[in-house]
């Protein structure tokens, strides 16, 4: 419409229809970004890995992604509504005695119900962001801060024997939804290096999301079948799994590996509240557009609960070097990792960095709780824990 239009009066059935497109071209440019069904893209030919590059292929077109906007029924926090309370801890020393533990992987990979709480763990750094990029170097000395905090051992090394063997095939997933706030490369690589470190081969290590174009705008170096770690998208799909809302497939890459390293980044959403661990597997199948009614509830539980997720996660790396509490595309800076072997705790928790940061900004956090009520299902399922009294949090300074 343009001024000289605006200047005119207009009937109120005419202002109606107009209000009314413009609700409805919102929703369908979100519905693009949040709920779109990707085709598997075709095997890229790509030079080796240079894990340092940040520059997308040229031929790769995005698809335009539009970030979740804020729910316009947001309401003040529920009464009801209780933060995780954190622990200060100092990092153990790498020299330290080792505490006595049983290194094997079934005595580390321990959450609620199997014990009394599940452990989560932030690390900070206040130097992690040299300019616009993450320091490589800080960002491995928070990983292994992380995980010697979160299992009680001095020498991470040590743990990541214990939780891969030399000849797994790791998949590490992460979320590049949103190109201005995906999981920051820096992050996935840092993970990468350390299994690399514990003897796994680098063709045994795959960065993965749904497309190939999503992960070069999100920095990510394409590689599929030369030396070094790879990285691409779908290629096809495997395992069925029937849900309430929907029979869906998990792509073939979750069925051709032995492990999942879950790497994502903590988003507000405007359906499901927070978008962190456990939604992070909607980009793991096909069709995710269909998990979306009921504020995604059961869906995002059931889907963490089946076996190919379930049985294969063997660690959770929050990248909250940045977050989203708004768009998606203009993240606020957090300068932590989270870790933590329960998704449902490690999504709580970062819940709870979400609405911190809205409250920080002015912005109503309410919704955020209310529609986040697949926390709820994923603990009734035993999938972890989001009581706060079932969580035991941890926080770790390095500088």
């Not at 690399?196 to 993965?208: H, S, T, Y």
């Not at 909250?320 to 606020?332: C, E, F, M, R, Y």
Request: charged residues 15%.
């Amino acid at each position: 419409m343009t001024r000289k239009q605006l200047a005119r009066p207009i009937s109120r059935r005419t202002f109606v229809q107009l209000t009314l497109g413009s609700l409805a071209a919102s929703a369908t440019a979100w519905a693009a970004g949040c709920q779109g069904d990707p085709a598997p893209g075709p095997a890229a030919t790509v030079p080796g890995p240079d894990p340092t590059a940040t520059t997308a292929p040229t031929s790769v077109t995005p698809t335009a992604v539009a970030a979740a906007p804020p729910a316009p029924t947001a309401t003040t926090l529920p009464s009801t509504y209780t933060p995780v309370p954190a622990t200060p801890v100092s990092p153990l020393p790498p020299t330290a005695t080792p505490i006595p533990v049983d290194l094997s992987r079934g005595a580390l990979l321990v959450r609620w119900p199997g014990v009394a709480r599940s452990r989560v763990v932030v690390v900070r750094h206040s130097g992690v962001w040299t300019l616009d990029e993450p320091d490589p170097a800080i960002v491995l000395d928070m990983l292994d801060a992380g995980l010697s905090t979160l299992t009680d051992v001095p020498d991470a090394l040590a743990v990541w024997r214990a939780l891969f063997d030399p000849g797994d095939r790791v998949l590490l997933k992460v979320n590049c939804i949103a190109y201005g706030g995906p999981t920051q490369p820096a992050v996935a690589y840092a993970v990468a290096q350390r299994l690399q470190d514990a003897g796994l081969r680098p063709e045994n290590v795959l960065i993965f999301d749904r497309t190939d174009s999503e992960l070069a705008s999100a920095g990510y170096t394409l590689n599929e079948g030369q030396p070094g770690v790879q990285c691409h998208g779908a290629r096809g799909v495997g395992t069925e799994a029937p849900l309430t809302q929907a029979t869906v497939q998990f792509y073939q890459e979750l069925d051709a590996c032995d492990a999942v390293i879950n790497v994502p980044t903590p988003k507000q959403h405007g359906m499901s509240g927070v978008s962190a661990a456990l939604k992070n597997h909607y980009g793991s199948i096909d069709h995710p557009g269909r998990l979306h009614g009921n504020q995604c509830d059961p869906a995002i539980a059931e889907v963490n609960n089946q076996p190919t997720v379930r049985d294969k996660t063997r660690l959770i790396v929050g990248a909250a070097l940045g977050v989203s509490p708004g768009d998606w595309n203009q993240p606020t800076r957090e300068q932590a990792l989270l870790l933590s072997f329960d998704p449902v705790a490690l999504d709580t928790v970062s819940r709870d960095i979400l609405v911190r940061h809205r409250q920080a900004l002015g912005q109503d956090p309410g919704y955020i709780v209310n529609k986040a009520r697949h926390l709820a299902t994923a603990q009734a399922l035993g999938l972890g824990a989001t009581d706060a009294g079932l969580i035991d949090l941890r926080e770790v300074t390095l500088g």
